[in-house]
């Protein structure tokens, strides 16, 4: 039996990364998918290669900044697939890496703004359509950054991950009793196109704050967001569940 029979989920930040990593695995394992990012040709492409392994996803392309968007995904899933069941809560972006007092308004709220709420955008449209169907998995990707490493430079990316955090906690609380389970995913360092690894230095000093001393593949996120989407973690809501090679406790 594939994990994921007969679910019906969403997945945000499927263009790329992480996001596209999780929807293949997600289809793998038999869930029929709606996959979001404003790349429209990337979502082409990776609808494309979940179909060439049988598997069935349609795109949907749009800014998750966006209320109208995070409806839209909501109806598209009710409409070709009959509910939702699980939202991977994942397009996110680093933003502007600046000192604070640096720091404009504007990039304040452009990293808040896709980072978190998008989040609270896509959660208001997903309970409703999940507990329509009895429940199902919410999963946010927060991040250690702001809530087991201050990183300079990185405020408001950690006020947002952190933010996350808290949202999932009390969505957990108010909608455990309906069988509606909510976790945080927290990755380590991910070789991603979002990545802040973008020189040898910095790839050097990423790899190495991680006790296993190197960066995730984003294959290996993906198997943490298919635990929390699947029954195997039916016991488990509310958590910050770390995939994050050890950087939150590594001082070596
Ligand atoms: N990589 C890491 O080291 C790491 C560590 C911890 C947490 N994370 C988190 O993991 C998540 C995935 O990141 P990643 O590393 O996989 O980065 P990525 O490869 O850059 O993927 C980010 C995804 O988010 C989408 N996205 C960004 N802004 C969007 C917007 N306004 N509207 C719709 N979609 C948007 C992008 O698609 P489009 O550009 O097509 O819109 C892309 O699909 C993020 O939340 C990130 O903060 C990453």
Do not use: C
Not at 189 to 202: F, K, N, R
Request: aromatic residues 6%; without cysteine; charged residues 20%.
């Amino acid at each position: 039996m594939l994990a994921l029979a007969n679910k019906i989920a969403i997945v945000t930040g499927a263009s790329s990364g992480i996001g596209r990593a999780t929807a293949k695995l997600f289809a793998e394992e038999g869930a029929r998918l709606v996959v979001a990012a404003r790349r429209q040709a990337e979502l082409d492409t990776l609808v494309a290669e979940i179909s060439d392994v049988e598997g069935t996803a349609i795109a949907l392309a749009g800014d998750v900044r966006d209320e109208a968007y995070a409806k839209a995904l909501v109806d598209l899933a009710a409409e070709r697939f009959g509910g939702l069941d699980i939202a991977f809560n994942n397009a996110g972006a680093v933003g502007l890496m600046a000192p604070l007092p640096d720091m404009m308004p504007a990039a304040w709220h452009e990293t808040m703004d896709v980072n978190l709420t998008s989040a609270f955008l896509g959660a208001k449209y997903q309970i409703p359509a999940m507990l329509e169907r009895g429940g199902g998995s919410l999963i946010f990707t927060s991040s250690f950054v702001g809530y087991t490493a201050g990183m300079p430079g990185m405020a408001a990316y950690a006020a947002a991950k952190a933010g996350l955090i808290g949202l999932t906690q009390v969505l957990a609380a108010e909608y455990g009793p309906k069988r509606l389970r909510v976790n945080a995913l927290l990755p380590g360092g991910t070789d991603t196109p979002g990545a802040t690894t973008t020189t040898p230095e910095a790839r050097a000093f990423v790899e190495g704050i991680h006790a296993l001393k190197r960066m995730a593949q984003p294959e290996e996120i993906a198997r943490s967001a298919l635990y929390l989407a699947s029954d195997a973690s039916s016991f488990t809501t509310g958590t910050a569940l770390f995939a994050d090679g050890g950087v939150s406790i590594n001082r070596t």
